[in-house]
């Protein structure tokens, strides 16, 4: 008699609770994408088949699968393929460069890539002299070669679960970051690391297995993949899968599916509250709004509450290095402390430290820091990077917050977008969130720019409201009658539209490189 190795038994992987939720929900709906719609049963055997071939093809276990494209089933049966045949999944920006992909391509040191056919331009600039064992695409119709959502579809391709041996403490997913100070750099995800949070999310975020959930947000980014996505399917949920947030759809999605649970971030919310037919749909079945990726202004919020009455709030907080919920604030803690990002979910312990990682007081500022099941091993290949992050023994989150009395945590700010004006320093937020009382203020950012007097002069980029009129005189008068004289704008700049990035963040870099000079 052969003997089980304890990891085929044990099953701590991504592939093997999909494959139990695909036992237990199989005629369930569990992803819509279009006029294509995947049963859970359908889904498993859809993953196997595209897992078999990716094998087949001359990966294997351990390689790095690079994934460059926008969100489709056939991106989430990709992702989940490379899960179950232990290959190493890269998401990739959709809107990067041939140059960005290329350095992602050679950093991680991908064997294979499949990309959106509409990318193709970029792929074969970045690919030229590259050794790739696979090059193909996720969803081609009629395209000779490797395609994802192809073998998918096929029923003559093999079904059945790939034999191999992986565990827990397999690599899942290379996350990059943004790279907004430097060049990006890969968190190192393991298979029971992103299981910790999944679980946690499915406790602390209240997703069920019997409400739709609307996911518009890219795919690459891991809030909407690892927060949302994955737990829902885990639970037997039916997902319904846009490509882009665009205020119309979601709008429609929302009334026509039924959708119970959304997120997006304060950008994304703010899009569809100005949409001119936003109290014509009937959004009476959402039922958890879930925020994130940036700070949602409390304006904003209370706005949001009025316009979906009954609708529960969910503050989530994190970073992709934490898989990425860190924190949460639940709907029955928002009236009392709506500006707060809330308290540590159940596997993240987390504190609020000094230079020489001393606890501070209650309201004290300091850098946030974490210990984790669900936290990266460390950064590809950058052991100084991994090292400068856990120093001390907890990682570094690289954001100002403090927490209060009871426990519940408040972002300061990026440490990088904190503002040093005349030797005091002032959060970006605090000045936001002064301006975005303003009756004519639809969108704010506040950013440092170089100044001999004051080192950084504190600068409001505003986008007015459709219709409104408003003058820069108007908007400082504002902020004097609410805020210290050194935390006013020195300079307000008009805009129609703030630079974000394809996930919602609103990017502040960009803003200061065009108006520096």
């Known amino acids: 008699m052969t003997t089980t190795p304890p990891s085929r038994i044990q099953q701590n992987t991504i592939g093997a609770a999909l494959a139990r939720s695909a036992r237990k929900h199989g005629d369930r709906l569990a992803l819509a994408f279009n006029d294509r719609q995947w049963r859970y049963a359908e889904l498993d055997r859809a993953v196997n088949r595209v897992a078999n071939a990716l094998l087949a093809s001359g990966l294997a276990p351990g390689d790095r699968l690079a994934v460059y494209g926008k969100n489709s089933d056939a991106y989430v049966i990709a992702w989940l393929a490379a899960t179950r045949a232990g290959l190493v999944h890269v998401p990739v920006n959709f809107a990067l460069s041939a ?84 060049a990006p750099k890969a968190a190192m995800m393991t298979h029971q690391a992103l299981l910790a949070e999944y679980l946690a999310c499915m406790v602390e975020l209240d997703i069920k297995g019997d409400e739709p959930m609307l996911a518009a947000l890219p795919l690459y980014h891991s809030a909407q993949m690892h927060v949302f996505l994955m737990p829902a399917l885990l639970l037997g949920a039916p997902v319904h899968l846009r490509e882009a947030p665009l205020p119309d759809d979601c709008l429609a999605q929302i009334s026509r599916q039924g959708i119970a649970s959304f997120f997006a971030p304060p950008t994304v919310w703010i899009g569809l509250l100005r949409h001119p037919d936003f109290d014509k749909h009937d959004l009476t079945a959402l039922k958890k709004a879930y925020y994130g990726a940036s700070i949602m202004p409390v304006p904003v919020l209370e706005e949001l509450r009025r316009r979906i009455p009954g609708v529960g709030l969910y503050n989530c907080y994190g970073q992709s290095e934490i898989a990425p919920l860190a924190t949460v604030l639940r709907p029955e803690e928002h009236d009392a402390r709506p500006a707060s990002a809330g308290r540590p979910i159940l596997t993240v312990e987390t504190r609020i430290v000094d230079a020489e990682m001393n606890d501070v007081a209650p309201g004290e500022h300091g850098e946030i820091v974490h210990r984790s099941p669900q936290l990266l091993t460390g950064y590809w290949d950058r052991p100084e990077m991994t090292e400068e992050a856990f120093v001390g023994g907890w990682f570094h989150s690289g954001d100002v917050g403090y927490f209060d009395e009871a426990g519940y945590l408040y972002i300061v700010d990026r440490i990088k977008d904190v503002i040093n004006t005349g030797g005091v320093v002032v959060a970006s937020r605090e000045v936001e969130e002064a301006l975005f009382t303003h009756t004519a203020v639809s969108e704010v950012a506040v950013i440092g720019l170089p100044d001999d007097k004051w080192i950084e002069a504190i600068t409001a980029v505003v986008v007015p409201k459709a219709g409104a009129e408003v003058t820069e005189e108007a908007l400082i008068a504002h902020a004097k009658a609410t805020m210290a004289p050194y935390k006013v704008p020195k300079r307000v700049v008009f805009t129609e539209a703030l630079p974000k990035s394809t996930a919602g963040k609103i990017l502040k870099r960009h803003l200061r490189q065009e108006l520096k000079g």
């Open 99 to 182: 140059d960005e992909l290329r350095y992602i391509l050679e950093q991680s040191g991908a064997s294979g890539l499949l990309s959106d056919l509409s990318l193709a331009d970029n792929v074969a600039a970045a690919t030229t002299g590259l050794d790739l064992t696979l090059a193909g695409t996720l969803h081609a119709e009629g395209r000779e070669g490797f395609d994802a959502l192809r073998v998918a579809l096929d029923q003559e391709h093999a079904d059945g679960e790939p034999s191999v041996d992986i565990d827990g403490a397999s690599l899942a997913q290379l996350l990059y970051t943004s790279g907004t100070t430097a």
